[in-house]
């Protein structure tokens, strides 16, 4: 696993508070919400928060949180590609 | 600012009587004074007259609502979620509560408010708290 996508899982685990649950239980291509993970949309404003307090990289829409929140792999691509170098 | 204009809510669940400082989007300072003939006052099971908790966070919620640049007469706001409440004092006829709600971040028309109430200094609320807008 990159050490960026265990950062993200690690930070999904730590801001919904999924207690019990480990990075390596959380799979790569899962959808976020819905079926998957099955995050709502309280969880994706928690996530949109953390990932802009602990990456540095804002999701100014929801036609960003789309493309974003699609799984964990479309999360940490999102983060890579916009995190500041 | 006309308080009545701006939000949906009436007596006796209007709790907050003046604006005491406004940056829209940012940051909204409130106040209410807590009146003995208030009927939520009645029947708290600690004993005695005190606001009771609840109220506290819809205090300190429809003092976010201000956070809105227009209106929301015709809307609603929605508590949507408490995240991290503690209850440091009790609120009591007589306390003007200074209702403090900061906007942290906003996704889908959800916001999430840091707040807190005091009284004279004295700290009474701290949440977080999740509203929406429909």
Known sequence: ?85 | MDILAHLPHRAPLLLVDRLLEREPGLRVVAEKLVTADEPYLLDHPAGGAQVPGPLLLEMLAQAGGFLEAETLHGASIFLAGVRDARFHAPAVPGDRLRLEVAAEGAFAGLMRLQCAATCEGRDLCTATLLVKRL
């Open chain 1, 1 to 85: 696993m990159s050490d960026l996508k265990l950062r993200v899982k690690e930070m999904i685990i730590e801001r919904l508070k999924l207690e019990g649950l480990t990075p390596d239980q959380i799979e790569d291509q899962a959808p976020l919400f819905g079926e998957g993970l099955g995050l709502d949309s309280i969880d994706a404003l928690e996530l949109v928060l953390g990932i802009e307090q602990v990456f540095g990289v804002k999701i100014e829409d929801e036609a960003a949180g789309m493309r974003a929140f699609k799984s964990v792999q479309a999360l940490t691509d999102f983060i890579a590609e916009h995190a500041k170098a």
